[in-house]
């Protein structure tokens, strides 16, 4: 009896021995410790998706947005764009992340090319959107299109850059023709003064005609009878009596344009414009050869007439040269 139990207790004590060794190893199965993982996010160019002018959106057909020219002075653009940046930094873009090339024709429109660059920026007003605000606009500052720059289709590209990467998109819109030109300078009367009876009065109304749109015009002229506003006298129109003219002498016909008798007929039309047509002109000044002419009319009145005001219509039309 004695015998067994010594054998138990020694087996209580093997089995605690082997427990105690198991729950060492299960300790050091369990225990909690802390391990760190990296990646890195690269840089992502930033991308043009849309670009609008003056609110409507520019595609590859320019026929989708046309700007018209307003007469002898600028037209107003806006140029905006929306941007998508992964990275999400548009908003600290400024006007050394955008710019805007408008360059007349359908080729390479960049800064080598450009008729007008427009600075862009982030514009805070319309804010970023979007998952990770991935979408922002640029806008451009206001820029001025003049009234004599050649109609037709012309390009925008607009070029984004985050400092490390760029990309641009380019799209086509249109500039609209205009016809349209400027005589007298100011209102409608072309005054010719106070004139002598029976005799020829030359350079009489001198004033200067100017093409104030962007194509190139051939000018046809007609009149009527003057007629007297008090006693209703006439002076008639016979065909060889009433001249246009840009010299204020004649018959010395010394100028550019050979001198015009007006039609006897108040319905029949005469040329009269540079050979070359009343060309564009080429800057504000509009000093380019036969972008402008100086404009007089010479008359012969006839011996007797009332003391009077006389006064005529005086029909100038132009058409594509």
């Known amino acids: 009896m004695k015998t067994e139990k010594v054998a138990l207790i020694l087996i209580l004590i093997l089995l605690f021995s082997i427990f105690m060794g198991f729950y060492g190893n299960i300790s050091e199965l369990v225990g909690y410790v802390t391990r760190f ?8 160019v930033p991308t043009v998706d849309y670009i609008y002018i003056n609110g409507s959106n520019c595609t590859d057909n320019p026929a989708d947005v046309i700007i018209d020219p307003t007469e002898n002075t600028t037209t107003t653009v806006l140029v905006k764009a929306r941007i998508t940046d992964l990275n999400g930094d548009c908003d ?3 006007g050394d992340n955008g710019t805007a090339y408008l360059c007349n024709g359908t080729g390479p429109c960049n800064a080598n090319t450009a008729d007008h660059t427009i600075i862009m920026n982030y514009d805070s007003g319309d804010g970023q959107w979007g998952p990770g605000n991935r979408y922002c606009n640029m806008t451009g500052q206001l820029e001025d299109v003049q009234f004599f720059e050649i109609n037709g289709t012309w390009r925008v590209n607009v070029t984004v850059t985050d400092g490390i990467n760029e990309s641009d998109l380019p799209k086509n819109w249109t500039y609209g023709e205009l016809r349209a030109f400027i005589y007298p300078p100011a209102g409608n009367t072309i005054y010719m003064g106070t004139l002598n009876l029976g005799e020829w009065n030359n350079g009489t109304a001198g004033d200067q005609m100017k093409n104030s749109g962007n194509i190139v015009l051939d000018l046809k002229w007609n009149a ?14 016979t065909g060889d009596n009433y001249i246009i003219d840009d010299d204020a002498l004649s018959p010395d016909d010394t100028g550019n344009i050979p001198e015009v008798f007006i039609n006897e007929s108040s319905l029949v039309q005469v040329y009269f414009q540079p050979g070359t047509g009343l060309v564009r002109c080429s800057s504000v000044a509009c000093d380019n050869a036969n972008a402008t002419f100086n404009l007089y009319w010479h008359i012969l009145i006839p011996q007797v007439l009332k003391q009077d005001s006389y006064q005529n219509s005086i029909g100038v039309e132009s058409e594509d040269h």
Do not use: R
């Not at 009878?225 to 002076?235: C, K, L, P, R």
């Open 224 to 237: 009527s009878n003057f007629t007297g506003q008090a006693y209703g006298e006439q002076i008639n129109l």
């Open 92 to 94: 600290t873009f400024t």
């Open 37 to 44: 993982g990296q990646l890195g996010i690269g840089n992502y």
